[in-house]
């Protein structure tokens, strides 16, 4: 039983003009570390940062969430720029993971519970989305591209193992059940909060 505490939603609900076209299909979820120390709050302040500099091509989510906040920032239905990967971006809704940054202000338990909240949430949007759970529904950003993101839950679950893809499935096997411990629990409830 987990809800996500607190729930803020960006003006992009509210207004009919969005960022980007709507995305043709859903085929799941990304799971992004965000390697910073700012919480889902403070991208408040820093995607409007990017939005008044012309700068969100740089890349953000749909979603950014930390222990006790969930920030919706742009409805799920529509592209995002969170992969560097049009395939990614048109196809996948981007959950980041707020305040991963390796040695950061969280220890790894403290990182461990915004990993379950994430897990909570991602169960929660394919079961709005009507999709199981599985490697092709449930997806890491280094799978699309050249990076080092999941980085944090890399590091606590893997340790210092390299990126094959052997070991992508590793990490992906662990979110899957993890995802799937909650899936079956979520209700109409649940789902009706999600942007």
Aim: charged residues 30%; glycine residues 4%; contains cysteine.
């Amino acid at each position: 039983e987990m809800c996500i505490r607190d729930s803020i939603y960006s003006n992009y609900y509210e207004i009919e003009e969005k960022i980007t076209e709507r995305k043709k299909d859903i085929l799941g979820v990304v799971l992004h570390d965000d390697a910073e120390n700012y919480s889902a709050k403070n991208y408040i302040t820093w995607l409007n940062k990017r939005i008044e500099k012309n700068e969100l091509e740089k890349g953000w989510a749909s979603v950014y969430i930390d222990q006790d906040t969930c920030y919706w920032f742009h409805p799920t239905q529509y592209t995002e720029w969170h992969c560097g990967n049009i395939f990614a971006n048109t196809h996948y809704i981007g959950i980041e993971r707020c305040q991963s940054k390796i040695n950061g202000i969280l220890t790894d338990s403290a990182f461990m519970k915004v990993e379950e909240v994430s897990f909570w949430l991602a169960a929660a949007i394919l079961k709005k989305y009507q999709l199981p759970v599985n490697r092709e529904t449930v997806r890491i950003h280094k799978e699309f591209y050249d990076t080092e993101c999941p980085a944090r839950s890399w590091l606590i679950h893997l340790e210092q193992a390299s990126s094959t893809l052997e070991n992508m499935n590793r990490l992906k096997d662990y979110f899957i059940y993890k995802i799937k411990y909650y899936y079956d629990d979520i209700t109409k409830e649940d789902i009706m909060p999600l942007g």
